[in-house]
């Protein structure tokens, strides 16, 4: 069965570096998000990405943040100067074409991303 | 604010028992996922709905747009089903989505 995989399981950085945060979708999906979800607290949405541009993004998704598919295969989130603050989990979900308010999302595994 | 409530916050049901977990949504919406994460962290899709009722198996999803409610239940309740169940909706119009919460079930054998 076709699966969304994130790599890696778990990212730590220091405060002020880059990070990557890489996702496979599913190969025929066209609809790509990027959430998050702070230890304890409820999940986030922060990107949605379609026809190679953004969509939608929330109030969290400042300017530290970018996403690129830089191929046809990879879905990536870059943060650009992590903070203290940026340290959770970070899911990748992706959805296929069509009516999109029809079609449910897979999610990937997650990536942990701890920011010292 | 909280555009997405859940209730109730934890609930322990015996195994076997029926239940119910509530969502209750403030803004317009084109679409509500209820999702399942798991101990280890990793979710789960398990309804997306717009209207009506939807069946998989022991589970159960419902929405009244009008009352901007839905509710999941769990028929037979086993074990393996504790876990977080999370509502979510999709905003109308855009591709935005706000979650609740979560619920967390723990069923004991």
């Known amino acids: 069965e076709p699966e969304v995989t994130q790599t890696p399981s778990h990212q730590v950085t220091q405060m002020g570096q880059e990070v990557i945060l890489r996702c496979v979708p599913i190969s025929n999906h066209l609809y790509f998000y990027w959430y998050r979800q702070i230890l304890g607290q409820k999940v986030e949405f922060l990107v949605s990405f379609y026809n190679n541009e953004i969509s939608e993004k929330s109030e969290i998704f400042d300017d530290q943040f970018s996403v690129e598919r830089p191929d046809g295969s990879n879905f990536t989130l870059k943060i650009r100067s992590t903070k203290l603050e940026d340290s959770a989990m970070y899911f990748c979900?992706?959805?296929?074409?069509?009516?999109?308010?029809?079609?449910?999302?897979?999610f990937g595994p997650g990536t942990r991303l701890t920011v010292l | 604010k909280n555009e997405v409530e859940q209730s109730p916050q934890n609930l322990t049901a015996q195994e076997g028992e029926f239940i119910t977990i509530n969502c209750s949504y403030s803004?317009?919406?084109?679409?509500l996922h209820w999702l399942q994460q798991h101990p280890g962290g990793g979710i789960v899709s398990l309804f997306m709905?717009?209207?009506g009722k939807k069946k998989h198996g022991r589970l159960i999803a419902t929405i009244n747009i009008q009352e901007k409610h839905s509710s999941l239940h769990i028929t037979a309740s086993h074990p393996r089903d504790s876990a977080v169940y999370i509502c979510a909706v999709r905003l109308e119009p855009g591709n935005q989505f706000y979650f609740g919460t979560g619920t967390s079930l723990t069923v004991i054998p």
């Open positions: 709905l717009s209207s």
């Open positions: 979900a992706s959805k296929g074409g069509g009516d999109s308010s029809y079609n449910e999302q897979f």
């Open positions: 803004v317009g919406i084109s679409a």
